[in-house]
């Protein structure tokens, strides 16, 4: 069974710009969550989404938007970013409700 | 954002000896998680908890879920050194389908 897919794995961008990272679940996982990790703030929790629809969010600006697709998969947008938004960016599949299986991961780094 | 309070931050070890670390919430929750994170992944699960009281073991990992739905505390026994890395607990409440994460705590194990 193929684990949680992020794309890409590293990102490099400029303040101002926005991102796009992608997640494919775990087939047959219809919910897909996004978390921020920073060295300073540790793992928080973006927004988790469910067949298409986002069910919770968390305590981020309205840059950072989100979206799931009919078949599970996942984006998230940042946008105008800024110095701040450097962070390795995780998302996680479940079922239904957890546990959650994370992928590896996107490191984005904005200069 | 919310995070649990996870201790101790980090630990220095020597091979073989056991290790222990715990989380403590504010919160109930249903559910207790433990991931082990390594250098540029994403977490991997390692223990679910989903009852209070229940103790569960993995191998040389030991995990419990404290019976006030408060805490839950992670033992590996003989440690090696490739049990290297960020243990991190997290807590799911069905209340708010967000999966809350400690703050981690960085394991060192030296031969």
């Known amino acids: 069974k193929a684990g949680v897919t992020q794309t890409p794995r590293y990102l490099i961008k400029t303040r101002g710009q926005q991102v796009t990272l992608s997640c494919s679940p775990i087939?047959?996982?219809?919910?897909v969550s996004w978390y921020q990790q920073t060295p300073g703030q540790g793992l928080q929790f973006l927004f988790e989404?469910?067949?298409?629809?986002?069910?919770n969010k968390g305590n981020f600006p309205g840059r950072f938007s989100g979206r799931q697709f009919s078949n599970s998969r996942s984006e998230m947008n940042v946008s105008t970013l800024e110095l701040g938004d450097s962070a390795l960016y995780l998302c996680?599949?479940?079922?239904?409700?957890?546990?959650?299986?994370f992928g590896s991961g996107t490191r984005l780094t904005v200069v | 954002g919310q995070q649990l309070n996870q201790s101790p931050q980090s630990m220095f070890i020597q091979e073989g000896e056991d290790v222990s670390m715990n989380c403590t919430s504010s919160?109930?929750?249903?559910?207790w998680l433990w991931y082990k994170q390594d250098p540029g992944e994403g977490p991997v699960l390692l223990i679910a908890?989903?009852?209070?009281?229940e103790l569960t073991s993995n191998g040389r990992l030991t995990a419990q879920f404290g019976i006030t739905r408060k805490d839950s505390f992670l033992n590996i026994s003989a440690s090696i050194p490739s049990d290297v890395g960020i243990y991190f607990c997290?807590?799911?409440?069905?209340?708010?389908?967000?999966?809350?994460f400690g703050t981690g705590t960085r394991l060192q194990v030296f031969p």
């Open positions: 919160s109930i929750f249903n559910t």
């Open positions: 989404y469910f067949s298409e629809t986002q069910r």
């Open positions: 087939s047959g996982h219809r919910s």
């Open positions: 997290a807590g799911l409440s069905y209340n708010t389908d967000k999966l809350i």
């Open positions: 908890l989903y009852k209070a009281g």
């Open positions: 996680a599949s479940s079922p239904q409700q957890g546990p959650y299986t």
